[in-house]
């Protein structure tokens, strides 16, 4: 599967990079591709370098004003225009998503992918991985969007809540039939 990953470009602490590491080699050793933001910096870094070393594709997507960070050694780097094209891309390029411990970028990427799916512009399986808890908040304000009607489908079919990568991948993979 080419598998969509939107994170974060900061350097993060160990409860970030480890997790996030470890799903990384998951991808790779299951024969994904990770499709990403193309950087090579800080979290996106630690994922492409972890699926990297465990045999994984990496197909990049960057922007044209972060490009002197776009890592040289994907096996394909697009450069979009601006923020807009670049999400499009990423999207047309992934079976699936999942969307990361991130900043204001992630967070808008996530809403932007949710509201195409809602409206049924894709209906490629999308995850949240909340490690350590990161987004909490969001999810009970998810919750609270559908208890109050917000939501023109139920919540799990829109997205899939992972604590953890393996539970993440396993979601992935039965969504595709991936046995």
Same mark, same amino acid.
């Given at each position: 599967?080419?598998?969509?990953?939107?994170?974060?470009?900061?350097?993060?602490?160990?409860?970030?990079?480890?997790?996030?590491?470890?799903?990384?080699?998951?991808? *790779?050793? *299951?024969?994904?591709?990770?499709?990403?933001? *193309?950087?090579?910096? *800080?979290?996106?870094?630690?994922?492409a370098d972890g699926v990297r070393h465990t045999g994984g594709r990496l197909v990049g997507v960057s922007?044209?004003?972060?490009?002197?960070? +776009?890592?040289?050694?994907?096996?394909?780097?697009?450069?979009?225009?601006?923020? +807009?094209?670049?999400? %499009?891309?990423?999207? %047309?390029?992934?079976?699936?998503v999942v969307i990361m411990v991130g900043g204001t970028g992630t967070l808008d990427e996530a809403t932007?992918?949710?509201?195409?799916?809602?409206?049924?512009?894709?209906?490629?399986?999308?995850?949240?991985?909340?490690?350590?808890?990161?987004?909490?908040?969001?999810?009970?304000?998810?919750?609270?969007?559908?208890?109050?009607?917000?939501?023109?489908?139920?919540?799990?079919?829109?997205?899939?809540? %992972?604590?953890?990568?393996?539970? +993440?991948? %396993?979601?992935?993979?039965?969504?595709?039939?991936?046995?």
């Open positions: 599967m080419n598998i969509c990953v939107f994170l974060s470009a900061a350097d993060l602490d160990d409860r970030y990079t480890t997790p996030a590491r470890e799903f990384a080699e998951l991808l *790779g050793k *299951g024969g994904h591709t990770l499709v990403w933001g *193309g950087s090579e910096s *800080g979290l996106m870094k630690v994922v922007v044209d004003f972060l490009s002197h960070v +776009a890592r040289e050694d994907a096996d394909e780097m697009v450069v979009a225009k601006d923020l +807009a094209e670049r999400k %499009a891309l990423l999207l %047309a390029k992934s079976d699936a932007e992918i949710l509201e195409l799916k809602k409206h049924g512009k894709h209906d490629k399986p999308v995850v949240l991985l909340n490690t350590a808890g990161f987004y909490d908040g969001l999810k009970a304000q998810f919750r609270r969007m559908e208890e109050e009607g917000f939501l023109p489908l139920p919540l799990t079919e829109l997205v899939f809540f %992972a604590e953890d990568g393996i539970s +993440a991948l %396993a979601y992935l993979e039965e969504s595709a039939g991936i046995q």
